[in-house]
């Protein structure tokens, strides 16, 4: 059991996860949600649920941030009340949240002690422990969180310095959203000449082509349901868009983002964005104007 005491920021399905995980480690734990029946659900399992972000912050070693964009993450950070809004925190601030490279350069100002995480994984793996986590940041600040990571992940990797974390995971979010689009874009020119949805995706999934994630968004793709979101296809845009600021930055041309890009926001236009990213197919047009939705 790790001695170490910790704080998750944001409860959802990640966040939440991870929470639930190191209760189940016996971790001293507290938790808050700008809604507050996770953290309730949570209180009655065992951890402190805190009125404020500041007040959880305040009582941790280690403070996990999990959130859904940049934009609640500064708020929860940043904010009247927010983590940082009284000063530095005592223990590592750890954000899992995938945000701008700007944004997390504003927190280190503001706060000496912080990692920068990418999660690979999804809500179950954070319930399990195993999680993959690729961290920026120092070697001293990883040590002080190297505990509660342990709990969470089957592997930690120390990929560099501050923001090497976040950016790595938005090469890996990039690749998942090129991948699940490029499947299903596959799988409407099938349909478009007459072959069956499922024999295409059966086909595709056994292959050597296939990865991990597309066999595991085929099984969306097939059955055309896209509730209850592993990823949110909004939160995929998001990390596509990001991704193209940095590629901008450097100078970098990158075509087939570019067009995953514009597919996903006409995805969220069309109202798919709090569905499952493998929702993007829905957006896929085959010729003569018939889409792939049934």
Request: proline share 4%.
């Given at each position: 059991?790790?001695?170490?005491?910790?704080?998750v920021?944001?409860?959802?399905?990640?966040?939440?996860?991870?929470?639930?995980?190191?209760?189940?480690?016996?971790?001293?734990?507290?938790v808050?949600?700008?809604?507050?029946?996770?953290?309730?659900?949570?209180?009655?399992?065992?951890?402190?649920?805190?009125?404020?972000?500041?007040?959880?912050?305040?009582?941790?070693d280690?403070?996990?941030?999990?959130?859904?964009?940049?934009?609640?993450?500064?708020?929860?950070?940043?904010?009247p009340?927010?983590i940082?809004?009284?000063?530095?925190?005592?223990?590592?601030l750890?954000?899992?949240?995938?945000?701008?490279?700007?944004?997390?350069?504003?927190?280190?100002?503001?706060?000496?002690?912080?990692?920068?995480?990418?999660?690979?994984?999804?809500?179950?793996?954070?319930?399990?422990g195993?999680?993959?986590?690729?961290?920026?940041?120092?070697?001293?600040?990883?040590?002080?969180?190297?505990?509660?990571?342990?709990?969470?992940?089957?592997?930690?990797?120390?990929?560099?310095?501050?923001?090497?974390?976040?950016?790595?995971?938005?090469?890996?979010?990039?690749?998942?959203?090129?991948?699940?689009?490029?499947?299903?874009?596959?799988?409407?020119?099938?349909e478009?000449?007459?072959?069956?949805?499922?024999?295409?995706?059966?086909?595709?999934?056994?292959?050597?082509?296939?990865?991990?994630?597309?066999?595991?968004?085929?099984?969306?793709?097939?059955?055309?349901?896209?509730?209850?979101?592993?990823?949110?296809?909004?939160?995929?845009?998001?990390?596509?868009?990001?991704?193209?600021?940095?590629?901008?930055?450097?100078?970098?041309?990158?075509?087939?983002?570019?067009?995953?890009?514009?597919?996903?926001?006409?995805a969220?236009?069309?109202?798919?964005?709090?569905?499952?990213?493998?929702?993007?197919?829905?957006?896929?047009?085959?010729?003569?104007?018939?889409?792939?939705?049934?």
């Amino acid at each position: 059991m790790s001695t170490t005491t910790a704080a998750v920021v944001g409860l959802g399905v990640m966040g939440g996860g991870i929470a639930r995980r190191l209760l189940d480690r016996g971790v001293r734990l507290t938790v808050w949600n700008r809604s507050p029946g996770p953290a309730e659900a949570l209180g009655e399992l065992g951890a402190t649920v805190a009125r404020t972000p500041a007040e959880a912050a305040r009582r941790a070693d280690v403070v996990l941030v999990s959130l859904a964009d940049g934009e609640a993450t500064e708020q929860v950070l940043l904010g009247p009340d927010g983590i940082l809004a009284d000063g530095p925190v005592e223990g590592v601030l750890a954000s899992a949240s995938t945000i701008s490279p700007d944004l997390l350069r504003v927190v280190r100002e503001r706060t000496p002690t912080v990692l920068d995480l990418g999660l690979l994984g999804n809500g179950h793996h954070a319930k399990s422990g195993e999680l993959r986590v690729y961290v920026g940041g120092t070697d001293k600040d990883l040590s002080r969180a190297q505990d509660i990571l342990d709990l969470i992940a089957k592997q930690v990797v120390h990929v560099g310095g501050p923001g090497d974390g976040m950016r790595l995971k938005l090469l890996m979010n990039t690749l998942m959203g090129i991948q699940v689009q490029a499947m299903a874009e596959a799988t409407a020119l099938g349909e478009s000449v007459g072959l069956r949805r499922q024999a295409v995706l059966d086909a595709i999934t056994v292959s050597g082509f296939a990865t991990p994630v597309m066999g595991f968004k085929a099984r969306r793709l097939a059955a055309d349901r896209y509730d209850q979101p592993d990823f949110r296809l909004r939160l995929m845009a998001k990390d596509l868009g990001l991704a193209m600021s940095e590629a901008d930055r450097t100078g970098l041309h990158l075509p087939l983002v570019t067009s995953a890009l514009a597919t996903h926001e006409e995805a969220v236009r069309r109202g798919d964005g709090d569905l499952d990213c493998a929702a993007v197919g829905r957006t896929i047009t085959a010729p003569g104007g018939k889409g792939t939705r049934p």
